[in-house]
């Protein structure tokens, strides 16, 4: 009689219980819900749903907000051959690929030592957090002065120590990495507190059980947390990997997309095309955009959270 | 159940209520806010009150300025209108906003904005009063007036003075070395061997600003336009192009070779233009290609150093042909959604920057860059020595509008393209190739036919 198992029982003999309840005083219960419903829905539609919708036609379109000519494919075939397109495309999954797996990496470590018993344990779990309370642009602008080459803290620091530091920024082959550090530094925080809701739900009596068959710290991780933590883990690892493919805010701010084109990622190149209004053509942008991160993430949601059944 | 239905009913009523609001706040603000303000001034200006009229500017800090004398000058000559000064970001975030805000009906009784390759995109002729033919325009320049003319219609009045892109250039630097202004390429070249030999940076560039790596080439045009008189029209059909026009693809070589040479100032790919300027006012850097128009952030950098910085164009494979590249004044222009009195009123503001009181005003805002676009205009004496080059190649006729002013085409990623060659990301050749693409999508956007 683990937690674990009571939990299955009790929302394995919930779920009829409330569909019967729902079915019987639906009437009744209809008349705040339904027009509860309307304002939001309004707001949605207009907001969200009637401007997706339209920018599908849009993306076909030669658009300068005055007039819009339809040009079939011709939008997606010039998206397709846009010089920093590979590049942007290449970057983009480099970017998603280092930070959500470095995302996962340190927020399990950090997680593990912050369940631990150690001093100030409230303090640090804080203290981590508190980059993700603050705004993208906010860390990126600190951040251009902290990596500017010449005058920035981080380079003064390393040449104290004897080391001549990188141009970060401004390095065509630095840049795109910069950008994840910082990208990493603000957001391991928040995967620290999945891991750690994750491990704290994790049934003390599996730790007993094993250290009682004398297992070493690292066999309780290797066989007890991670497994039983994969559920923290596939939520990381996607809302890393969908905000990594559609990151945009911190680039923006930080190389701006260069030094030339050397940290462009889609959506960098999407808006470029907007601000030089080509808007038909960056409506197309948006639509590969969108495709592609439904491909990556629907796929990979899927297989996440079947293992997660199983296991 | 009564009790149940009422409140059903209430609900229902309060949902339809706040969509109402909802719809209302968006469409109101167009239509409503124009048709009601037309007939209030009607009757407010026949009974001599005055009419409001909105003004629209970049938030340049010399713009600003500018806003604010010649709209005080204004309200001194035409007490009964009142011009409001409103503001916008500049750059391709403050195009967008131009953009939107005309094709949503909902644009400032008058604005300022570029002309050339920027006007065109505005569909001046669906949104633009144009100017009809009035007293001013003939004391007009003509390159002014080429470059805010659209389908042969006038649309705008001069905001400020003309400027030049060339090379700004230290000439404490110049004296102490015993250098001449150089008028080839290859002279320049020279100079720039012996200022690294006396231990300065020969040439500044400033990638931290990304707009202001475009002006070797852009500064280069009059040079180019020298060897084909018709290249602006040719490369508007897109029978010439940058990567196969020897003239043309020098201008990029041109960058190329200062990167090679190692020309540069130390801090090239992260300076921005305010750390550009002050390195060339100390003496630091010697040459920086850049706009005229910056010289009054001088002042703000290193007080007293302004004139120490001179002015020569971009030179080019030809001493005889050498001249300098302008960008004319920005235009003042009226969308077609001010009407009635308001209407009237913009028109009065709109003239009234083709007049010497303007002008006037204008320079106490801001030091003039170039000479004013109206003949009605005079430059002080006290101008700074940029001013001073840059009128002295105007009137000397070795001077030519920029090709964004002769062409429609201009590609929006020129300074990226060019940031990658002046950093050796790629070559010369490779990056004429590249600005020839972005081009093209410029083109197609346009309608214009573009062979590939």
């Known amino acids: 009689m683990t937690p674990v198992t009571t939990l299955q029982q009790s929302t394995g003999t919930a779920r009829p219980v409330a569909r019967r309840h729902r079915t019987r005083t639906a009437p009744v219960d209809a008349r705040y819900p339904y027009w509860f419903y309307l304002l939001p829905a309004v707001v949605y539609g207009v907001f969200f749903l009637v401007p997706t919708v339209v920018s599908f036609y849009y993306a076909f379109t030669r658009w300068d907000l005055f007039t819009a000519h339809w040009v079939g494919l011709e939008n997606f075939r010039t998206f397709f051959q846009e010089q920093s397109l590979v590049r942007g495309l290449t970057n983009t999954l480099i970017y998603a690929a280092i930070t959500s797996g470095l995302k996962v990496v340190l927020g399990m470590a950090l997680a593990v030592l912050l369940t631990s018993k150690i001093i100030a344990r409230g303090y640090l779990r804080s203290v981590l957090f508190f980059p993700t309370l603050v705004s993208t642009i906010g860390i990126g602008i600190t951040f251009t002065v902290l990596m500017n080459p010449e005058k920035g803290l981080i380079n003064n620091m390393l040449s104290h120590a004897g080391v001549t530091g990188p141009a970060w920024l401004v390095d065509p082959s630095w840049a795109l990495y910069s950008v994840a550090f910082v990208d990493v530094w603000k957001g391991v925080g928040l995967a620290t507190v999945i891991y750690i809701a994750g491990l704290v739900s994790i049934p003390q009596e599996y730790y007993e059980a094993a250290r009682v068959d004398g297992a070493s710290s690292w066999t309780v991780f290797r066989h007890i947390m991670l497994p039983l933590a994969r559920p923290a883990t596939a939520t990381v690892v996607l809302l890393s990997l969908i905000g990594g493919l559609r990151s945009f805010d911190l680039i923006w701010t930080m190389t701006g997309g260069g030094p030339g084109f050397t940290s462009d990622v889609i959506a960098s190149v999407v808006y470029k095309q907007y601000q030089a209004g080509f808007y038909g053509l960056s409506t197309a942008g948006n639509v590969v955009l969108f495709v592609v991160v439904a491909i990556i993430a629907v796929p990979l949601s899927w297989f996440l959270n079947r293992k997660e059944v199983q296991a | ?452």
């Not at chain 2, 250039?169 to 202004?181: C, E, F, H």
């Not at chain 2, 300065?200 to 990304?210: E, S």
């Not at chain 2, 170039?370 to 002295?392: F, H, N």
């Open chain 2, 1 to 452: 159940m009564k009790i149940q239905t009422r409140l059903r009913r209430r609900g229902a009523i309060a949902a339809l209520a706040a969509v109402g609001t909802l719809l209302a706040g968006c469409g109101g603000s167009s239509g409503g806010s124009s048709s009601a303000s037309t007939t209030t001034g009607t009757t407010s200006n026949s009974s001599g009150k005055t009419t409001k009229i909105s003004f629209l500017v970049d938030n340049g800090d010399g713009t600003v300025a500018m806003a604010k004398a010649v709209t005080d000058a204004f309200h001194a000559a035409h007490p009964n209108i009142t011009v409001d000064v409103q503001t916008r970001p500049g750059g391709g975030d403050g195009d967008n906003i131009v953009k939107t805000r005309l094709s949503t009906g909902d644009m400032a009784d008058v604005f300022q904005y570029n002309n050339g390759s920027l006007l065109q995109p505005l569909k001046p002729a669906q949104t633009l009063v144009p100017v009809d033919a009035a007293s001013w325009t003939s004391d007009l320049d003509k390159n002014f007036v080429d470059s805010t003319t659209v389908d042969g219609k006038l649309y705008g009045s001069p905001w400020g003075p003309a400027f030049g892109g060339g090379i700004l250039y230290n000439i404490p630097v110049y004296k102490k070395l015993g250098l001449q202004i150089p008028q080839t390429w290859a002279q320049f070249m020279a100079n720039s061997a012996k200022i690294k030999a006396a231990g300065i940076a020969p040439v500044i560039q400033t990638y931290g600003d990304t707009w202001t790596s475009q002006l070797i080439v852009l500064g280069d045009y009059h040079n180019v336009e020298a060897t084909t008189p018709d290249w602006a029209t040719k490369y508007s059909n897109g029978q010439i192009k940058y990567a196969t026009d020897p003239a043309a693809l020098r201008s990029f070589q041109h960058l190329e070779d200062l990167h090679k040479a190692g020309y540069f100032n130390k801090d090239y790919r992260s300076a921005k233009l305010n750390d550009g300027l002050k390195e060339l006012a100390t003496g630091t850097g010697a040459q920086y290609p850049m706009l005229g128009s910056v010289v009054a952030g001088i002042e703000q950098q290193v007080p007293g150093k302004i004139n120490d910085v001179g002015f020569f164009p971009v030179p080019g494979d030809s001493a005889a042909t050498n001249g300098l590249t302008i960008w004319p004044a920005n235009g003042i222009y009226i969308p077609k959604t001010t009407k009635g009195d308001k209407l009237a009123a913009a028109k009065e503001f709109q003239a009234f920057f083709a007049t010497k009181a303007a002008c006037d005003a204008l320079t106490k805002g801001q030091a003039p860059t170039g000479p004013y676009m109206s003949k009605q205009c005079t430059l002080p004496a006290d101008v700074t020595q940029v001013t001073k080059d840059t009128t002295k190649y105007i009137t000397e006729g070795k001077a030519s509008t920029a090709l964004e002013f002769k062409s429609p085409v201009k590609g929006p990623n020129l300074e990226k393209i060019l940031i990658q060659v002046g950093s050796g990301i790629e070559s010369a050749q490779k990056g004429a190739q590249d600005y020839d693409q972005d081009v093209r999508k410029q083109a197609q956007q346009l309608g214009l036919s573009w062979a590939s």
